[in-house]
């Protein structure tokens, strides 16, 4: 989104010339598959011909992730758990923070191969796991997917899709970064406002039983995995276009881009609703709901 982009590059740049540094990261030294680093522990063993069900959690607390297997392909059965429309084969799962895919690969490349992340760094490091064929050996051997792709959830949506159901409010979303201004951390705001631990504010009030539009907006360049607890939500629109029947509980908003997300407000309650970055979440970006 152009609005968006020149939004938040204005900030950064006004930030910039002040003379701040750029807000601190986390880094790692190990990555591990079911808590084993790349090489480490057993293979997943195979044979040719077989259908693979592979349900794939990123328990990271801030990295987004990546996963290939050369000479393969997995078909999308569910998000988050929920089962998608539109089953797809893709080259390469893309999981934020907290999400699961749930996919089929058909092992039809006999060999001994590498399940991993397309960062050559990150698989250095650990992250990925051997996937072997029945009566092969030899060291796993790697290859990156043949050609570039873009991951996106109105993939595995319906064909011409209905127009979804008009919501009873629409919640405006805007997210907002606030260049190392928290002890060198960035600072992250909802609507202009950081989410405050100490009074456990902001909270918006919302009615039982009613269907609510979140239209988040992101004016950074950072992936926001948004996480919505005790609910699922219908991605209604994302990037531009028009979409349903994708439910999910964490959908990855990307730099500079918009998505709508429709849900019934039928927990009674207080729930949260954050990114599943953990640092974007510790430096503000998270809001209550409570459902009277």
Not at 86 to 108: D, K
Not at 141 to 163: E, G, H, K, L
């Amino acid at each position: 989104d152009p609005d968006l982009k020149a939004r938040g590059e204005s900030a950064m740049n006004a930030s910039l010339r002040r003379g701040d540094p750029r807000g601190y990261e986390v880094g790692y030294g190990a990555f591990a598959v079911n808590g084993r680093m790349l090489g480490h522990g057993d293979p997943i063993r195979v044979r040719t011909g077989q259908r693979v069900l592979l349900h794939v959690l990123n328990g990271s607390a801030t990295e987004n992730r990546s996963l290939a297997l050369p000479g393969h392909t997995f078909t999308v059965t569910a998000l988050d758990g929920n089962p998608v429309p539109n089953p797809a084969a893709v080259p390469v799962l893309w999981l934020g923070a907290g999400e699961r895919v749930s996919a089929i690969v058909t092992m039809t490349n006999p060999g001994v191969w590498v399940l991993g992340d397309l960062s050559d760094d990150d698989r250095a490091h650990g992250m990925g796991i051997v996937v072997e064929y029945a009566e092969r050996g030899g060291d796993p051997q790697w290859a990156p997917p043949p050609s570039p792709f873009t991951w996106d959830y109105r993939m595995f949506a319906a064909p011409n899709p209905p127009a979804a159901a008009p919501p009873d409010q629409v919640i405006e979303m805007l997210i907002e970064k606030r260049n190392a201004a928290d002890g060198g951390f960035n600072e992250w705001t909802l609507n202009g406002t950081p989410f405050s631990m100490d009074t456990e504010t902001p909270v918006l009030d919302l009615q039982r039983g009613k269907r609510y539009r979140l239209r988040f907006r992101n004016a950074s360049d950072d992936l926001h995995p948004m996480h919505l607890h005790r609910h699922i939500f219908e991605i209604t629109r994302f990037a531009g276009t028009s979409t349903t029947g994708i439910r999910k509980d964490v959908a990855m908003l990307g730099g500079y881009q918009s998505m709508e997300a429709d849900f019934v407000a039928d927990q009674p309650g207080r729930s949260l609703m954050h990114c599943h970055q953990q640092i974007h979440m510790d430096y503000g970006l998270m809001t209550l709901f409570d459902t009277a």
